[in-house]
């Protein structure tokens, strides 16, 4: 900051609370940069709720550990195996595909 210059404090204005307005909000605070979020429903139980996020290591996780949220996220997450199987009516496995 050059002297006798004056330092304009930012103050950003999130539109949306879902994940990703909420990501972005986490990431500011870590930064101590203020921020207001906005968002069109008028509380977290206006509508009903969706599934479970699907939060990618490449991705959505990325963001979590950018955000400092690896150790709650860890807390509450379900892992669900995406294998798939084919039975018949007595029980046998004619085609298996296990993802691990
Ligand atoms: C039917 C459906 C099923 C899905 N199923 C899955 C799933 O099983 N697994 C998965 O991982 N993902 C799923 N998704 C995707 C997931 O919902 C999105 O990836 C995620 O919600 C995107 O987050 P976001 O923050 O970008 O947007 P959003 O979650 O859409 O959040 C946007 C927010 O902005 C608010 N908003 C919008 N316009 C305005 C405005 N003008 N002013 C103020 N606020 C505003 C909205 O109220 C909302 O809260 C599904 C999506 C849909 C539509």
């Known amino acids: 900051m050059r002297s006798g ?7 950003i204005g999130i539109i949306g609370a879902g994940p990703g ?9 870590l930064q101590s940069i203020p921020f207001t979020i906005y968002d069109k429903d008028t509380s977290p139980s206006a509508r ?3 599934g479970s996020l699907d ?4 991705s959505g996780q990325r ?3 950018a955000a400092g949220l690896m150790d709650q996220f860890n807390r509450v997450a379900r892992y669900q195996g995406q294998d798939a199987k084919l039975l018949d ?3 046998n496995i ?7």
């Open 5 to 11: 210059s004056v330092m304009l404090q930012s103050h």
């Open 21 to 29: 307005g909420l990501t972005l909000a986490r990431l500011l605070q």
């Open 48 to 50: 009903t709720e969706g």
């Open 55 to 58: 939060l990618q290591t490449e």
């Open 63 to 65: 963001a979590l550990e």
């Open 89 to 91: 009516k007595h029980g």
């Open 94 to 100: 004619h085609i298996e595909h296990l993802s691990t």
